[in-house]
């Protein structure tokens, strides 16, 4: 009986969380997503390093791209850079939910025209200073501080490069926002996304997602929902996209979706 009022609870608990406005989510995610991968693997709050001098902030973000990218975490992350560093060369790129910049900057130095978005100032005033000390100068930075505020960014964008940054809230939430991000992206431009397959969340025993984040992304995450091919479809339509390559990969902790929008 206690298992069923629990089920119960988590059940109600989930559908008032998907029913929840975008920008209570932005507000909900803002307290979460200020935190980024440490130097000793730990998770950081980025209005912790805004005290760190010059040369222990870019020698802390220059390890972590090399241990993220290289070794055994070259098949995490570091088979992408050296994938698209040259698809990417000389497009204009939006880096959602940019983070640490890990990815936007390593595409930066490597010819991209970056614009880096992101729902934490704090995260932002990072990435500004990191690019000002690798002399990287063909970026923009925007503060999403509601949905209206990728209104004064270009609507040539070439690609939109989504990380795990849209895999936070329930799907509904997320369609909405991609709607928006839609009307910056070129026919013929790129949608690519990194997210989490089903196959994981059923190795995790299909919990609800807003007990699943915890499991995924550690204490303070607030949803994570697992994403196929069909999902992301629905979730850009009406927009149409041919699909360049989908796959899971590391042992099916990830899915990788690379779509090309023909209309």
Avoid at 54 to 76: C, K, P, Y
Avoid at 88 to 93: A, E, Q
Avoid at 191 to 212: G, Q, S
């Amino acid at each position: 009986m206690l298992t069923f009022f629990k089920n119960r609870f988590a059940r109600e608990k989930q559908a008032d969380l998907e029913s929840d406005s975008i920008d209570n989510w932005f507000n909900r995610l803002r307290q979460k997503w200020g935190e980024v991968p440490g130097a000793e693997s730990d998770r950081v709050k980025t209005n912790q390093l805004i005290d760190l001098s010059d040369e222990a902030l870019l020698s802390m973000w220059s390890e972590i791209r090399q241990r993220d990218t290289t070794g055994e975490r070259f098949a995490v992350r570091g088979w992408y850079h050296l994938l698209y560093k040259d698809i990417l060369h000389g497009k204009r790129v939006m880096d959602f939910g940019s983070g640490l910049g890990i990815d936007g900057i390593t595409f930066a130095q490597n010819g991209a025209r970056v614009t880096f978005v992101d729902i934490v100032e704090s995260n932002l005033a990072i990435l500004r200073r990191l690019c000002n000390l690798l002399n990287v100068t063909d970026v923009d930075f925007c503060y999403l501080e509601n949905i209206g505020s990728l209104s004064r960014l270009p609507t040539d964008y070439d690609a939109i490069w989504c990380q795990g940054s849209l895999i936070n809230a329930p799907v509904n939430v997320i369609r909405a926002e991609a709607q928006v991000l839609l009307k910056h992206l070129l026919v013929g431009g790129r949608w690519i996304e990194l997210a989490y397959p089903k196959v994981r969340w059923e190795r995790d025993k299909r919990l609800p997602f807003n007990h699943w984040g915890e499991v995924t992304d550690g204490v303070g995450t607030p949803w994570v929902e697992w994403y196929d091919l069909p999902k992301v479809q629905a979730m850009l339509e009406p927009a149409q996209f041919d699909v360049v390559m989908h796959f899971n990969f590391h042992n099916n902790d990830f899915n990788w979706f690379d779509l090309i929008r023909r209309a």
